[in-house]
């Protein structure tokens, strides 16, 4: 099999492992808090990425990190797993489905408004067209088709889904930086985030374990969303020839969750979310689209 076609396979297998996630959110919040179910998955996502370092032969690099490289991961920890997943879970256990996946799905927008002011970047008129496109959709989603009325279904639910794209463009943006072996230096963020996790859950909520349902979707968005697709979407980036080859790929996941939501959740799909979410799809590809220059 020739390479680019075996990073097609690894990029259409973690796209449609990321579209699950957001029925799986949905599923389990029926079981139990947004605290505890970021607990059980963190734990989840922690051993499936242990497990892949001990396979990898790297279980040693994690072993080897100084003092310097788990204060590094100590600060990353706070922000992903233990920041953002709060933040997300909440807003699943606010807004439907439906909404709080395409919201969160903007963090590609919301990357390059903070690509300003912390990397010097400048916005062209094509991506300030973008920004516009997107955050109509955003809009759309939000106020249920009714951008005139400006009600938003659930306010709080909406800015946590939108602040969920800021704390994740700045994992993103300062992790570029992180120059240790990608997934040992995961894994170390996710040791040093369920600790967090494990007193917030301690302290406001309570650590006990819940029906099997609860559990098993736990397991499923631990090892999925968090552990196993990043190393499935890593490889497959590493034998694309381009970026943009299997980058595009991601563009499928969004619908394909709105039919596993509808079918799964049970959650009937209102006209504004697919219109809303067709903007915020065109937004980012009109980004993505690179100048002559």
């Not at 997300?88 to 439907?96: G, Q, R, S, V």
């Not at 994740?168 to 967090?196: E, H, K, M």
Request: charged share 10%.
């Amino acid at each position: 099999m020739k390479r680019q076609t075996q990073a097609y396979c690894y990029g259409l297998a973690t796209v449609l492992l990321w579209s699950t996630v957001a029925s799986a959110f949905k599923l389990s919040l029926r079981h139990m808090d947004h605290l505890q179910l970021l607990l059980y998955s963190s734990l989840a996502s922690l051993i499936t990425l242990t497990l892949i370092l001990a396979a990898q032969g790297k279980l040693s690099l994690l072993l080897s990190m100084n003092r310097r490289q788990w204060l590094v991961s100590a600060a990353f920890g706070l922000v992903n797993p233990f920041l953002y997943y709060i933040v997300l879970f909440k807003a699943y256990d606010l807004l439907p489905a439906q909404e709080a996946q395409p919201l969160n799905y903007t963090w590609a927008v919301t990357l390059a408004l903070l690509s300003i002011p912390l990397l010097g970047q400048r916005l062209s008129a094509k991506d300030l067209l973008a920004l516009l496109i997107s955050y109509t959709g955003v809009v759309l989603i939000s106020t249920h088709g009714d951008p005139l009325g400006f009600k938003f279904s659930n306010p709080l639910g909406v800015a946590l889904a939108l602040g969920s794209t800021v704390i994740w463009a700045l994992y993103w943006i300062y992790s570029t930086r992180d120059t240790r072996d990608p997934v040992a230096g995961l894994t170390a963020n996710f040791a040093c985030g369920t600790v967090y996790v494990l007193i917030a859950t301690a302290l406001a909520s309570d650590v006990v374990l819940a029906d099997w349902q609860g559990l098993a979707g736990a397991a499923y968005v631990g090892v999925f969303e968090m552990g196993l697709t990043f190393v499935l979407w890593l490889k497959a980036l590493k034998l694309s020839e381009t970026t943009a080859k299997v980058g595009n790929l991601i563009f499928i996941s969004p619908f394909v969750s709105l039919v596993l939501i509808h079918f799964l959740v049970g959650e009937q799909i209102l006209p504004s979310t697919i219109y809303g979410l067709v903007f915020i799809i065109a937004g980012i590809a009109l980004q993505q689209i690179k100048g002559k220059a």
